[in-house]
């Protein structure tokens, strides 16, 4: 019970007048640049997997490939999805789902890589 | 003694002894507190009773401890089952809708009953020409799917002489319920009688090719294999009531298995 | 999908009258939470392309290098410049440069349309060598080959579907825009646009090498 | 200001808005309207698949032909089992008391998204009207089990296809129910109402959302794959094309085993409510029982392996997915052992609603204890695909979901109708029921150990005995059933009125008349302390009137914004 009533007595006025936004208008506006930016970085790692591609790596192919994949998708969603702004709840929920969906890899090559 | 069937059923009894402990711990003072602390008798609930942190961790612990422990003893069946022995014989399964078909080391054939030698290690290699069906001998505690496109194994050691069922525990479409089959243990003589002698009366719909005259012996016993085919071979099912009946029709659909049939 | 953040608002005007309540981060978070689902609706067919691989290695390098690379790598530049000028249309918005926001939003739709036409050459073209399920081309290859198209034309299928399903939310925000009901202080259902967009890109960005480049 | 005044008094049930009469109803974007709408349409699925078991049990009554043919019987399990799992069991208890009881315990007006409540309920519509033709075009109802194993569905001439695209559908339902109940228990909790403030019922419908976002779309796909495969021949899951069976299975369990967790843990939920109401004392362990539900739902993910103990899966991952399926047991039997340490010292009113509790606790726990023997490797491969495992899930199913399904009309029917219903008629329904339900499923564990495989039409005699002693339960069984729903009937047209508390709830349902007015509150309450205080009050429930809300200005997202 101690736990449960662990957070401070609620002054109501507290609650009713601290200011909050439920919206989000106009704060962080990003410029044009940064974007451009991030577009060029893009456009480069995707001429570098076709690159990389046409050189012969033999297994390292595969992960260079994902690798690449794997920072543009960082970067779209960083920057162009507004993670970056994002609250942590939002950030939190996204590790929730990639890692769930680790977790499906993990245990299906459990099976695929011992049969 | 067959050491799977023990293994699983010590198991079995593992598990349920602690499961019925616990069952009847918490049924028994799930009733006792019903009553002892009815309104009536209890008309002043303590409020500050809320939690306590050390039976959090005893009942976090202890049944971690207990399913450890079933854990292992699952384990341990399992290990038995997957450590096929080196010298076990060979059968190979094939399921089909909806008839087993077993197929002898020496390319004997033989539908429906699996006759086994008393006393052997028997390792089977569990295939499919259409849909999953799945090896079941409850007798021996052993099941298996026949996957198509892949080959599965499984092992049990024949102890005892008897007449044992099969059944196909994967649905399988219609006559799944009628795709049994009988083990039939024999004594080693009758058995290495029985697999030599060449089959003549054959399903008509049997999977693979009519055995070859050039027969291979049996890996564990070097007997000589004479060719005789005055006799049938098919052994009747014994069981009281014949599982195996006519099916109405066969559904399959048709228009798929023309498609896929390049 | 445009209900998303419009439903808090008026719910609460029919039911009260009293004042507007507008929820843009409950209308973000509840467009994540979408977006997760996309992502494992796909993630389930990247579980089986990768499974396959390990399966069919050979046989997806094979049929791998049939592909036509180019077209791949073009599409991926289109989709890449499309989530561009969607970040930029909610930049412009911010700064209340309408017309601006509008242009960036009909150049995104002109290089979803783009992507499709190149991707309807592409596979008429496959199918018109026989490899499609059933073909008389695909008969021949091998188990591996087989599954590879199999997979190609399912997840490059859905993948097309979601940018067309993504051209008409794009296409409806637009609607609002030009409407004055998304402005610069209310953007949400643009920026929840926005983020189906990225998503679609971020499909293809592993698409593309995974179906175009390992052979 | 008007219209909003009136809705402040005038119940659910009568308030005529923009739209009267049935109209009122299909076009409501009220949650509590909505959830009543999604409570005929799963109970009448209810019945339907109810009575499709009654006919399965007919059928083994005999070995060989008893009232059906075998094809007759294929098609009737599958449609048994896929519309309890998909129409029924999931969507039970969110969608009916979800929807109708979560808004109001967190002292929300509606859901975050009311239009999107609404579409999921005709989505629900859609998947089940699909169900329905299925059964009547291009070759009669599917025959695959609810399993949908390939090869066998691609290849069986049945209808499969589109109870698939049934499947399907439904699936999308319910992650959208997922996806509103996430935001709304984010975003709209009362001020003053933190996460441990918060009952425990939506604590377990935010867990189970959870699963329903994040596992559902894996199941879409399947199923979509399903379809394409039939109609194209894509190969992907087709052995004769190179396609390999056992990964469908993977794919079709990776949703399936978080599905039965979206299957009991709302239940778990109200009993977590239910408990406390009637000891009149704070629930034991809170905290423990909250995040356990979550617990669950992150293992439940991480087991589904156990499925396919036999399929032909390595023998490591065989082992790795039973040991972690052990690792289950222990979030829930943290539950259970709180819930009966609730008891303890406790001041207990023993009624319906706590009857069916205590029977849930018994009953379920057999289901899940004997799901330990079918989580030990070596026990498993013995009868798995026997009556064994479907005792388990029967037991756990409908021992424990379906119970609790049973108590939580019963304990919120006061709420949602404003009638009471017979107190006594409904214990001694409980009575029948439990002896019905045993008679008629321990049986099935006996079955299955002797080694009769499950989906079988036709059994050899020796399993004859048992399967008459079932039969013979599920006709007590129904008589159980059929009383209890009686008697519910019986209350909803002649019951005598029902209080506002007549059980001595302490959760915010409580605080509001029954049935609660179209707006649930007149004002937003303030939240100051647990939720199962018994001894003081934790909600203000008029801070305007009390003085508490100077600007008049109610906001209905939390305090600890965002979070
Ligand atoms: C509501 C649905 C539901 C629930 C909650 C569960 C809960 C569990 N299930 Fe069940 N299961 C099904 C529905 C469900 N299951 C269905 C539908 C199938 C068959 C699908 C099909 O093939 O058609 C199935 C099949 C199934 C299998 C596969 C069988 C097979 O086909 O071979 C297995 C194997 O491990 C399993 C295990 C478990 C376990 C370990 C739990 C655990 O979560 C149980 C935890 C509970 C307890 C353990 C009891 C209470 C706790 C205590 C009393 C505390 C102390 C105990 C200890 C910790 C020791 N289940
Ligand atoms: C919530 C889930 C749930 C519930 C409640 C039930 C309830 C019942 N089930 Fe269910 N069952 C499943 C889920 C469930 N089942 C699943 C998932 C499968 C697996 C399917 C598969 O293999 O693919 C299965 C399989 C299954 C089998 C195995 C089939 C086989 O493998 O061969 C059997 C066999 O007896 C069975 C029987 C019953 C019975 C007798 C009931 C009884 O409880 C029913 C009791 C019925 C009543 C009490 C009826 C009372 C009401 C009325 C008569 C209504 C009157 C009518 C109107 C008003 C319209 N079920
Ligand atoms: Cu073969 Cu069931
Ligand atoms: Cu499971």
Redesign the interface.
Known sequence: ?SE?SQTAELTANQTYNAEHTNTNNGEHSVSYGTYFMVWLGLVALTSVTVTVAGIHLGSLTLITALLIAAVKTTLVGYHFMHLKFDNIIIKIFVMVCLGIFLCLWILTFADLSFR | MNQ?TE??DN??IF??TI?VI??VG??A???Y??FR???KN???????????TT??IL??VV??LL??A??F??????R???NIPPNAMLVKVTGKMWFWHFEYENKKTSDTVLVLPAGKDVRFELQSV???H?F?V??F?????C????T?HLWFHTSTEGVY?I????????????M?GKVKILPEKEFLEWVNKVDTVKKSDSVSAPPTGNVKTDSTNNSQVKTDSSKTTQVKTD???S?V?K??SL???????I??N? | MTEHSEVMQEETQIHSGAHVHRDDEGSKMAMWLFLFTELLLFGGLFLLYGSYRFEYADGFKAAAADMNSVIGAVNTLILLTSSLSVALSIAALQRKQKALALGMLWFTIICGLVFLVNKYFEWSHEIGMGIYP?GPAL?NMSNGEIIYFGLYYVMTGLHGLHVIVGMIFIGFVMFFISRDKITATNYQKLENAGLYWHLVDIIWIFLFPLFYLLH | MANGSLAHEVSYLKYEGKHKGIAGWLLTLDHKRIGLMYLMAILLFFFVAMTLGILMRLEMLT??ETIM???TY?SVFTLHGVIMVFLFIIPAIPAVFGNFMLPIQIGAKDVAFPRLNLFSWYLYIAGAILAIVSLFTGGGAA???WTF?V??S?????NVTMTTLAAFVLGFSSIVTGLNFVVTIHRLRAPGMTWFRMPLFPWALYATSWIQVLATPIIGITLALIILE?LF?IGVF?????????LYQHLFWIYSHPAVYIMIIPAMGVVSEILPTF??????????IAISSLGIALIGYLVWGHHMF???MS?AS??VF??LT??V??PT??K???W??T????????SAPLYYV?AF??IF??GG??G??L????????V???YFVVGHFHYVMFGGMGIMFFATMHYWFPKVFGKMYSEKIAIIACTVIIIGFNMLYFPFFILG???M?????????QFQGWHVLSTVGSWVLVSGIVFMFGNLLYALLKGPKAPMNPWGGTTLEWKVPSPPPLENFEEIPVVTGGPYV??KPTYIMHPGKEGLNGNGVVKTANQENAI
Request: charged share 25%; proline share 6%; hydrophobic share 35%.
């Open positions: 019970m449960q | 799977i293994l699983v198991s079995f598990t349920v499961s616990l069952l918490i049924t003072a799930m009733i507190f019903v602390y009815s309104e209890n008309p002043k609930p303590d409020q500050s009773i809320t939690g306590s039976l959090e009942w976090t049944p971690v399913v450890l079933m854990f003893y699952g384990y341990e069946g399992f038995e089952m997957r259409d849909v999953i799945s079941y409850p007798a505690r052993v099941k298996e799917d996957v198509p496109g892949r599965n069922d059944e196909c525990a994967e649905y399988c479409g219609m006559n799944h319920s009628y049994l069981s009281t009531k599982p009946k099916p109405d559904k399959v659909n048709r228009k798929d298995s498609k896929k390049k | 059933g008969e | 070995p060989g043919r075998p094809s294929n025959d695959t089990g194993y090869p066998y691609i290849r069986s001439a049945q039939r021949g087709d052995a004769s094309l190179g396609g390999d069976p056992i000891s009149r004392k704070d629930i034991f362990g809170y905290k423990q036999v399929s032909g023998d065989r082992v039973s040991l052990f690792l047991a222990i039997g943290v259970i052992f709180n009966v340490a008891l303890y010292k406790a001041s207990i009113k023993f205590l606790i018994f726990s057999i204890l004997t330990l023997v989580g030990a490797l070596s026990t498993d491969i013995h798995t695909d026997t150990y002797m080694g495989p499950r989906r079988y039409y036709d059994y050899l005699p018994h001894d």
